[in-house]
């Protein structure tokens, strides 16, 4: 059986889960905290960090765009094939995966000791940015980058609640309700913070 190793709220592992589900492979998942990591966990990632993957490869996959990479290897069509729409599909997935990543590190940051505010405006400032840069782009709903925009979005909103991103860009709030009306990624909606 393959066994997702994940939390409820990584946005990062919310993509993986995504796929997995909506490819209907068998799977299950399990929480783990990397913040506080059991040595199963770190045999299995020493970097600490969700997603992992474990039996779909001979050794445990890390990292959420090598996983779909690996599907996508095996046939399952993370990506589309032609070249040229593949470089552009990977190229907004990339975009919302520094989204994702953006906000993990305000999230992180806001819970230092002493959170630096430049800091934290930065990663906002990367946030708006993509978020403006993503919403003049077509990005088909049912597709990866559609799937990462959405997760992006959702965590975006968790974490930093005071980015008013809805009222910037309403054409980004219909592509969040329309995931939102996905079965899958509904059941995969990370806590309230
Ligand atoms: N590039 C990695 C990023 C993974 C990542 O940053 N995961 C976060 C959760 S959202 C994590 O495990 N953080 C734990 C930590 O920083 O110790 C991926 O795409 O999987």
Not at 25 to 50: C, K, M, Q, T, Y
Not at 116 to 121: A, F, L, S, V
Request: net charge negative; hydrophobic share 40%; with cysteine.
């Amino acid at each position: 059986m393959i066994t997702i190793l994940c939390t409820p709220r990584s946005p990062f592992a919310r993509r993986v889960r995504l796929a997995f589900r909506r490819l209907k492979i068998e799977h299950r998942d399990e929480f783990v905290d990397p913040f506080h990591p059991s040595p199963e966990f770190l045999a299995a990632n020493p970097l600490g960090l969700v997603p992992v993957v474990l039996g779909l490869a001979e050794k445990p996959l890390p990292d959420s765009a090598l996983i779909l990479d690996e599907l996508d290897a095996r046939g399952k069509g993370i990506w589309p094939q032609d070249a040229r729409a593949r470089t552009e599909a990977r190229r907004l997935s990339i975009l919302a995966e520094g989204v994702m990543a953006a906000a993990v590190a305000y999230y992180l940051e806001g819970m230092q000791p002493q959170p630096d505010p430049e800091t934290r405006q930065e990663h906002l400032d990367n946030i708006r940015r993509t978020l403006g840069v993503l919403a003049s782009e077509s990005i088909s709903p049912g597709s990866q980058p559609g799937w990462d925009l959405a997760v992006a979005l959702e965590y975006v909103s968790l974490r930093c609640p005071d980015l008013d991103w809805k009222g910037a860009h309403p054409g980004l709030v219909a592509h969040l309700d329309r995931a939102l009306a996905d079965a899958d990624f509904h059941a995969t909606r990370p806590p309230a913070a």
